[in-house]
């Protein structure tokens, strides 16, 4: 069977990581896939390094890398990526708001043959009225400028296959702003549409501020 990676950004995430890691090995065994579950320390200053210890030392598929310090949500996913050794690639958070059982069309769209499936969540009546507003004016004003399509709902929860995986770790880009890389960089993708949980423990590490950044850096 073919090796699958999840790529797992977490910053200051200690309450997440072992229910996570019991819903997606609960999915990736039914799917019988070999599977590992790559999770990046961003800097974290709480216990996430050592639940990602405890994780490994009960289960050896799942890997931990240890970022020097927080360089934020992108950087950890590049390096992610930049380690994953599997045939594809699944991009998703450590908070549990992309409900591992997605990762089963996820599957099946790559075996369909695309090499990019992105995901597409439809607004969770929680979200803030701030966020879904913000959001849509950001990706209308991306796109007009870009002329790379992007739509309102587009989170990093994706599949790539491992050929772009390489394209990506490839670019070395500073400002990364990987939804529009990944949707610029061509190869035949489709999109799975899912309904976004609520986060499981702590709070969002993007502010106002940090999302506003996170727009200039992607324009
Ligand atoms: N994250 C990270 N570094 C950061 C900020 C966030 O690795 O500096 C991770 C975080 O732990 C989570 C994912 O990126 O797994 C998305 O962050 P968050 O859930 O806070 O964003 P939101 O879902 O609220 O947009
Ligand atoms: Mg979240």
Not at 66 to 75: D, E, K, T
């Amino acid at each position: 069977a073919p090796l699958i990676s999840l790529v797992v950004p977490a910053y200051c995430e200690e309450e997440s990581l072992a229910p996570l890691y019991g819903e997606v090995s609960q999915v990736m065994t039914s799917l019988e896939v070999a599977w590992e579950m790559i999770v990046i320390d961003d800097g974290s200053t709480d216990g996430t390094w050592q639940q990602i210890r405890d994780l490994h030392q009960a289960d050896q598929r799942v890997k931990g890398l240890r970022l020097s310090r927080n360089f934020g949500h992108q950087y950890a996913l590049l390096a992610g990526l930049a380690n994953a050794t599997g045939r594809a690639v699944i991009t998703m958070d450590a908070d549990l708001q992309h409900p591992p059982e997605v990762i089963v069309r996820l599957l099946e769209q790559w075996r369909e043959g695309r090499q990019i499936v992105h995901t597409v969540r439809t607004d969770h009546r929680n979200l803030s009225i701030l966020k879904k507003i913000t959001s849509r004016i950001f990706y209308k004003i991306f796109s007009s400028l870009s002329g790379v399509k992007l739509s309102a709902g587009m989170a990093d929860f994706r599949l790539l296959d491992r050929q772009v995986v390489d394209d990506l770790v490839g670019f070395r880009e500073g400002g990364l702003f990987l939804r529009g890389l990944v949707q610029w960089a061509g190869y035949s993708s489709s999109k799975v549409v899912f309904e976004s949980r609520e986060r499981f423990a702590g709070k969002t590490k993007y502010n106002l501020t940090q999302m506003l950044k996170f727009a200039w850096a992607g324009i």
